[in-house]
């Protein structure tokens, strides 16, 4: 079936350092992406979303990138800081009744 | 403008007990979802509602989970009774109408069957 999953489970990086979290789609027909971050007891946190006829989209520190060709998304996080540690996850709709699928989730950890 | 309130935050039952959870969403959003998330995994949608009605239901476990938002605003969750692999964050997120942006979720409630 249709699914959106997450390729590493658990990412360590060093504070200063940039991060990727990366995540592979199944759905061509998705035209819209979104990555969230989740802290420990709450809820998704919308960071930033790219449309299909995008391939990059930045926002502050954070940048998306969209390759269609491979149904590949990437979330790129600039001079990581500790306030970034959380589980990531990226979701796309499909349909029109706007349902998000979700993947399973990056852990991000930062080593100080 | 306000987030999306939930109740309880944690809830600790044993199984064949039932329990209930709360939502309220964002003044003016008419699109309501509930969302299973199990550790370690994404949400899963249970349901969603545009304003009372529902639009979507075909992943909720109808017999032995319900949801209701008789006025199209606030909405509950209801497990009757509950198993030990209900255990769970239950979260609702709300959205304007016809947005797969904007989406806002609240905190969750914790369910722990024990």
């Known amino acids: 079936g249709e699914s959106v999953g997450l390729h590493l489970p658990t990412l360590s990086v060093q504070e200063g350092d940039n991060s990727i979290i990366n995540c592979a789609y199944s759905n061509s027909a998705s035209d819209y992406f979104i990555w969230y971050k989740q802290e420990s007891g709450k809820g998704p946190q919308f960071i930033i979303d790219?449309?299909?006829n995008m391939d990059k989209r930045q926002g502050q520190r954070v940048t998306v990138l969209l390759n269609k060709t491979v149904k590949h998304l990437s979330l790129q996080i600039a001079a990581t800081q500790p306030g970034d540690s959380a589980v990531y996850f990226c979701?796309?709709?499909?349909?029109?009744?706007?349902?998000?699928?979700w993947g399973a989730g990056t852990k991000l950890i930062i080593k100080p | 403008e306000a987030g999306v309130a939930q109740s309880p935050r944690y809830k600790i039952i044993e199984k064949r007990q039932s329990v209930a959870f709360w939502c309220n969403p964002i003044s003016g959003h008419a699109t309501l979802y509930w969302y299973q998330q199990i550790l370690g995994q994404g949400p899963k949608l249970l349901i969603q509602?545009?304003?009372?009605?529902?639009?979507?239901d075909s992943q909720l476990p109808k017999d032995r989970f319900s949801a209701e938002r008789l006025k199209g605003v606030d909405s509950t969750l209801k497990i009757q009774p509950a198993k030990l692999e209900d255990s769970a964050v239950y979260l609702c997120a709300s959205s304007r109408q016809g947005a797969s942006y904007g989406y806002t979720f609240g905190s969750g409630t914790r369910l722990t069957v024990v």
């Open positions: 979701a796309e709709t499909s349909g029109s009744n706007y349902q998000l699928i």
């Open positions: 509602f545009q304003n009372n009605g529902v639009v979507d």
């Open positions: 790219i449309r299909s």
